[in-house]
């Protein structure tokens, strides 16, 4: 569990919230990726945590013609809840490491993303033929739409996570899927 470690260290520490110019406010499902207005973005999910309640968005980049941007497949920010409500984007730390993603393109313009700090699951973004995307993930040993994950560390010591939970809805029915993943 040194991943969920690492995870909680500088997940949990939300350093260096620098506030983005101009983008105050709660983000809708879709909308634009700041540095270029041609491209839109969908919302796919979120990691919120017990610290406070500021909260990262992982939003699919979507180019013209309802493809996923395979050089840059998600806009991954944090919503500063706790204060504000402004955009901010991540530091270095936190791209590089717990925030952060890497990318893989497969095929059909489906990309593969492994989070930095939970790589045990590969994340499938799969487009369908409207220009949606969604961010496909084992949940309780089910194919699931991902929507949330929730990171609770142990009160005064942020560096030490309890448990993360998963949460979606099942790929095939729609019906919400949980998982509960203990730090042993």
């Not at 393109?105 to 699951?121: E, N």
């Not at 220009?131 to 929730?150: C, D, P, R």
């Not at 095939?172 to 730090?183: A, D, F, H, Q, T």
């Amino acid at each position: 569990m040194r991943l969920l470690f690492i995870f909680s260290f500088l997940v949990l520490s939300n350093l260096n919230l620098s506030t983005y110019n101009g983008m105050a406010g709660t983000y809708p499902v879709k909308g634009t990726v700041p540095d270029n207005p041609s491209k839109k973005t969908q919302r796919l999910f979120v990691i919120e945590r017990n610290m406070n309640k500021n909260t990262v968005c992982y939003d699919a980049v979507i180019l013209p013609g309802g493809k996923i941007d395979i050089s840059n497949p998600i806009d991954a920010y944090w919503i500063d809840y706790a204060t504000t409500g402004k955009r901010s984007e991540l530091n270095y730390l936190q791209r590089h490491m717990a925030y952060g993603y890497s990318s893989e393109p497969s095929a059909a313009g489906c990309v593969y993303v492994t989070l930095k700090a939970f790589a045990k699951r590969k994340i499938l973004l799969l487009p369908d033929s409207k220009g949606n995307v969604k961010s496909l993930i084992k949940i309780n040993n089910n194919e699931a739409q991902l929507t949330k994950i929730f990171v609770s560390a142990k009160p005064k010591s942020y560096t030490k996570v309890d448990f993360i939970e998963l949460y979606g809805n099942d790929a095939r029915s729609g019906k919400p899927v949980y998982e509960k993943i203990l730090n042993q």
